[in-house]
């Protein structure tokens, strides 16, 4: 590992300069991750608008956040995927499909949420 060697406010120093990197290189290399970075930006000021309280906001806010966690893990299942190997295989094709369906998963969330919320469904 990178900083195994290191403890206390350094680890957490070193933690979240490798946290921006991944940030920078899902920015980068990751255009879904930019396109649901940009409805977050959008949507997120919406949603604590139409909210009436915090468990409102925080419902709504927080399933956009699932979107984009989501999609950074679904980024690095298929990074990993092709560092191993690029080759077609079955297990690759299943690991990258599963990974896209819990982006999927995610995305239906948001809606759902949303109505459930704002129309007290």
Same mark, same amino acid.
């Given at each position: 590992?990178?900083?195994?060697?290191?403890?206390? =406010?350094?680890?957490?120093?070193? *933690?979240?300069?490798?946290? %921006?990197?991944?940030? @920078?290189?899902? &920015? @980068? $290399? /990751?255009?879904?991750?930019?396109?649901?970075? +940009?409805? $977050?930006?959008?949507?997120?000021?919406? *949603?604590?608008?139409?909210?009436?309280?915090?468990? /409102?906001? *925080?419902? %709504?806010?927080?399933? &956009?956040? &699932?979107?984009?966690?989501? /999609?950074? %893990?679904?980024?690095?299942?298929?990074? +990993?995927? #092709?560092?191993?190997?690029?080759? #077609?295989?079955?297990?690759?094709? @299943?690991?990258?499909?599963?990974?896209? !369906?819990?982006?999927?998963?995610? =995305?239906?969330?948001?809606?759902?949420?949303?109505?459930?919320?704002?129309?007290? !469904?």
């Amino acid at each position: 590992m990178r900083y195994n060697h290191v403890r206390g =406010l350094r680890h957490v120093i070193k *933690a979240f300069g490798f946290s %921006m990197a991944g940030f @920078r290189d899902a &920015l @980068r $290399f /990751e255009e879904a991750f930019r396109i649901e970075l +940009t409805l $977050f930006v959008i949507l997120a000021p919406i *949603a604590i608008w139409l909210g009436h309280n915090g468990i /409102e906001r *925080a419902l %709504m806010v927080g399933c &956009l956040l &699932l979107v984009l966690i989501t /999609e950074l %893990m679904n980024s690095a299942v298929e990074a +990993t995927v #092709d560092r191993i190997s690029e080759d #077609d295989h079955d297990l690759a094709r @299943r690991a990258k499909d599963i990974g896209s !369906a819990a982006v999927f998963v995610s =995305l239906v969330t948001v809606p759902v949420v949303w109505w459930l919320v704002l129309f007290d !469904a």
